[in-house]
């Protein structure tokens, strides 16, 4: 099993930027893919991105791409989540998970381990 911790939420304003972090520890792996979602009050959890591992591909939601940018420090064993140009619409908890092996998903199911989630509010 893999451990997750995120941080780096907060409040900020429309047009700023946060990195998120996520911490694993356990059996994790830098070749097993990593996804960010996220979940908005009375809303369904949605993908954000992800990373296949072993130094693959990435992929991003439609709603995201060209503000976000995954990444990942393998001697840390953490996964970053740098989300620029902010907005409303980006508020939500999101939540990493992780797969147990080199692939993502856009499907939350197709991952074994989530965080607890991190608070983003952005304000307008």
């Known amino acids: 099993q893999v451990q997750l911790v995120e941080s780096g939420g907060g409040l900020v304003q429309v047009g700023g930027s946060l990195r998120l972090s996520c911490a694993a520890s356990?059996?994790?792996?830098?070749?097993?893919?990593m996804g960010w979602f996220r979940q908005a009050p009375g809303k369904e959890r949605e993908f954000v991105s992800a990373?296949?591992?072993?130094?693959?591909?990435?992929i991003y939601a439609d709603s995201v791409k060209g503000r976000f940018t995954i990444s990942r420090d393998n001697a840390k064993n953490t996964v970053y989540l740098q989300m620029n140009t902010l907005k409303p619409e980006d508020t939500a908890v999101y939540y990493c998970?992780?797969?147990?092996?080199?692939?993502?998903?856009?499907?939350?199911?197709?991952?074994?381990?989530w965080g607890q989630g991190t608070q983003v509010t952005v304000s307008s």
């Open positions: 998970a992780a797969a147990r092996g080199s692939f993502y998903s856009t499907n939350s199911r197709a991952y074994a381990d």
């Open positions: 990373d296949a591992g072993s130094g693959g591909s990435t």
């Open positions: 356990g059996r994790t792996s830098s070749t097993y893919g």
